[in-house]
């Protein structure tokens, strides 16, 4: 776009992804090395191939191509009859081969498309396509000095020295590239909420492991006019349009806060008359900037070429044949229609797979409502106030059955269930049968309730007395002596009426 310099003139963003997720996988892509490299010593995990040592052939993992396969079928993406793989020459530390095998023309995944909702607005953005390829090793850059290692990673200008560590070389990567169909950063957040849910649904990803969700953006400013009702922007519009490619975002967060600044920055250049350079900037998460890194290489300088130690793949056939779970816009709607819930509460109770199952369990032993009321409100508020998530307790949903059990069958009452057994449950790790125990909470009997009363009324001839006159408050004072000669055990609301009931006979 050539910058006309107009203080009015209206612009639009554009935007588009390239979001690398790892596979979650036992092995990596074409080596039998163990991904599982979270608490490694460096280069422990490598073999000849995923080091690229002359000689060493891949063999590709049918576990990643299952994974792609479903990720290909959440999105409602074609799979090709035959898939093939490329070699992407560059010549960089952390790419022994100084080639990526990844996958060119024929992707595994092509033309997809994923729903998500903004502030309640349904949107679906276009998947161009997801293909597989291996992941670099990662790099250290490290100054000089006495500290620890990582208190001395530095910049690459600032360093003395870099270390290499290829555990990850070789780490299955599916890269999912969208059409630039999103309009506003927000909207790229919600997508990658929604992306990571329905991976992990898929059991192919895990979010919580270091670097497993890598984010390339690419921005560039439009005229606003040139935005249809729909949404739409023409195409020659679009390459004419000059984008920025912000690398290093590794949160939805962090794509949010690049976006903005991004959009800001392109704005005003613009605005004053100067041009987008089409670049790669480098996201800073620290700043919440971006800078500038190189100007965009093109496909050209990759020289890709077709991976001659690797066949194609005949693949077509497996999307029949490899099954997926029940996705989160399908179970929303399933626990409206079946458990009659809220949007909102199908919502919060579809969020993660492993909420929705522990749902689904409790309601089978108990009513919806009180299982919804469980998982949704109690359970998931009580975690969230901690910052703790549904898997730091995923070995203790028999406990918290348990505790609506203790609900259900009216041992305890509710509020004890909710403000003192199931806090202490997580405060202590105690099992809800212990805190029970200790905090004497199981319900009084009947009879001692009863006794409780009659002790109240004759105890307290003069709120008897304001209670007959018609006074409010004395029916509470009474209630809360009943609470008190109970220890707090006895249904308040039970209370008042056995009280009534005493006081009227
Ligand atoms: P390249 O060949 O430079 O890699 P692609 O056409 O493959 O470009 O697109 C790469 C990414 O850039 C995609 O995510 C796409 O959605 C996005 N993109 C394409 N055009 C634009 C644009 N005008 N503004 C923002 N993003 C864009
Ligand atoms: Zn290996
Ligand atoms: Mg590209």
Same mark, same amino acid.
């Given at each position: 776009?050539?910058?006309?310099?107009?203080?009015?003139?209206?612009?639009?963003?554009?935007? @588009?992804?390239?979001? /690398? $997720?790892?596979?979650? %996988?036992?092995?990596?892509?074409?080596?039998? =090395? &163990?991904?599982?490299? +979270? #608490?490694?010593?460096?280069?422990?995990?490598?073999?000849?191939?995923?080091?690229?040592?002359?000689?060493?052939?891949?063999?590709?993992?049918?576990?990643?191509?299952?994974?792609?396969?479903?990720?290909?079928?959440?999105?409602?993406?074609?799979?090709?009859?035959?898939?093939?793989?490329?070699?992407?020459?560059?010549?960089?530390?952390?790419?022994?081969?100084?080639?990526?095998?990844?996958?060119?023309?024929?992707?595994?995944?092509?033309?997809?498309?994923?729903?998500?909702?903004?502030?309640?607005?349904?949107?679906?953005?276009?998947?161009?396509?997801?293909?597989?390829?291996?992941?670099? @090793?990662?790099?250290? /850059? $490290?100054?000089?000095? %006495?500290?620890?290692?990582?208190?001395?990673? =530095? &910049?690459?200008?600032? +360093? #003395?020295?870099?270390?290499?560590?290829?555990?990850?070389?070789?780490?299955?990567?599916?890269?999912?590239?969208?059409?630039?169909?999103?309009?506003?950063?927000?909207?790229?957040?919600?997508?990658?909420?929604?992306?990571?849910?329905?991976?992990?649904?898929?059991?192919?990803?895990?979010?919580?492991?270091?670097?497993?969700?890598?984010?390339?953006?690419?921005?560039?400013?439009?005229?606003?006019?040139?935005?249809?009702?729909?949404?739409?922007?023409?195409?020659?519009?679009?390459?004419?349009?000059?984008?920025?490619?912000?690398?290093?975002?590794?949160?939805?967060?962090?794509?949010?806060?690049?976006?903005?600044?991004?959009?800001?920055?392109?704005?005003?250049?613009?605005?004053?008359?100067?041009?987008?350079?089409?670049?790669?900037?480098?996201?800073?998460?620290?700043?919440?900037?971006?800078?500038?890194?190189?100007?965009?290489?093109?496909?050209?300088?990759?020289?890709?070429?077709?991976?001659?130690?690797?066949?194609?793949?005949?693949?077509?056939?497996?999307?029949?044949?490899?099954?997926?779970?029940?996705?989160?816009?399908?179970?929303?709607?399933?626990?409206?229609?079946?458990?009659?819930?809220?949007?909102?509460?199908?919502?919060?109770?579809?969020?993660?797979?492993?909420?929705?199952?522990?749902?689904?369990?409790?309601?089978?032993?108990?009513?919806?409502?009180?299982?919804?009321?469980?998982?949704?409100?109690?359970?998931?508020?009580?975690?969230?106030?901690?910052?703790?998530?549904?898997?730091?307790?995923?070995?203790?949903?028999?406990?918290?059955?348990?505790?609506?059990?203790?609900?259900?069958?009216?041992?305890?009452?509710?509020?004890?269930?909710?403000?003192?057994?199931?806090?202490?449950?997580?405060?202590?790790?105690?099992?809800?049968?212990?805190?029970?125990?200790?905090?004497?909470?199981?319900?009084?009997?009947?009879?001692?309730?009863?006794?409780?009363?009659?002790?109240?009324?004759?105890?307290?001839?003069?709120?008897?007395?304001?209670?007959?006159?018609?006074?409010?408050?004395?029916?509470?004072?009474?209630?809360?002596?009943?609470?008190?000669?109970?220890?707090?055990?006895?249904?308040?609301?039970?209370?008042?009426?056995?009280?009534?009931?005493?006081?009227?006979?």
């Amino acid at each position: 776009m050539t910058a006309q310099a107009s203080e009015s003139r209206e612009l639009a963003a554009v935007i @588009g992804l390239e979001v /690398h $997720v790892q596979l979650e %996988t036992e092995t990596k892509i074409f080596c039998g =090395c &163990s991904t599982d490299v +979270a #608490d490694a010593e460096p280069n422990t995990h490598t073999c000849p191939v995923c080091l690229g040592l002359p000689g060493a052939l891949p063999v590709v993992n049918e576990g990643a191509v299952e994974a792609a396969v479903k990720v290909g079928k959440a999105i409602d993406a074609d799979i090709p009859e035959e898939t093939t793989f490329h070699r992407k020459n560059y010549y960089y530390p952390d790419l022994p081969k100084n080639f990526q095998i990844t996958q060119y023309d024929s992707p595994i995944c092509q033309d997809g498309e994923l729903e998500f909702s903004v502030e309640s607005e349904r949107r679906s953005v276009d998947i161009r396509r997801a293909h597989l390829e291996e992941d670099p @090793g990662s790099i250290k /850059h $490290v100054r000089e000095g %006495t500290g620890p290692l990582e208190s001395r990673t =530095c &910049s690459i200008e600032r +360093a #003395d020295y870099t270390l290499i560590d290829y555990n990850r070389a070789g780490t299955p990567l599916m890269e999912i590239v969208t059409e630039p169909d999103f309009r506003a950063p927000g909207e790229v957040r919600s997508f990658l909420e929604k992306l990571e849910e329905v991976l992990e649904y898929l059991g192919v990803f895990d979010a919580t492991r270091d670097g497993s969700l890598r984010i390339d953006a690419n921005l560039s400013m439009v005229d606003a006019d040139a935005v249809g009702e729909d949404g739409d922007i023409d195409e020659s519009v679009l390459e004419d349009a000059n984008r920025t490619e912000v690398k290093n975002i590794s949160s939805h967060k962090g794509a949010e806060q690049a976006l903005s600044f991004e959009a800001s920055r392109q704005r005003k250049l613009i605005q004053s008359g100067r041009a987008v350079e089409q670049e790669t900037r480098h996201f800073n998460e620290t700043h919440g900037n971006t800078v500038s890194m190189r100007s965009k290489e093109e496909e050209k300088d990759y020289r890709y070429f077709r991976e001659a130690d690797l066949p194609p793949l005949r693949v077509s056939h497996w999307k029949d044949e490899v099954p997926i779970p029940e996705l989160p816009d399908a179970r929303r709607e399933r626990f409206v229609a079946e458990y009659g819930l809220s949007e909102e509460a199908a919502s919060k109770l579809t969020s993660t797979k492993q909420v929705a199952d522990f749902f689904e369990d409790v309601a089978e032993r108990f009513d919806a409502d009180l299982a919804a009321t469980w998982v949704a409100d109690n359970l998931l508020g009580e975690l969230n106030y901690r910052d703790m998530a549904i898997t730091d307790i995923d070995d203790r949903f028999d406990e918290v059955t348990r505790l609506v059990e203790f609900v259900a069958e009216d041992e305890i009452t509710a509020k004890n269930a909710r403000e003192t057994v199931l806090r202490e449950m997580l405060d202590t790790g105690d099992d809800p049968d212990s805190v029970v125990d200790r905090e004497g909470l199981g319900k009084t009997s009947g009879d001692e309730v009863q006794q409780a009363v009659v002790d109240a009324i004759d105890e307290n001839p003069d709120a008897v007395e304001d209670y007959h006159n018609g006074e409010d408050g004395a029916i509470n004072f009474l209630v809360g002596q009943v609470m008190q000669k109970t220890g707090g055990s006895a249904d308040p609301g039970d209370v008042n009426g056995l009280l009534r009931e005493e006081l009227e006979s």
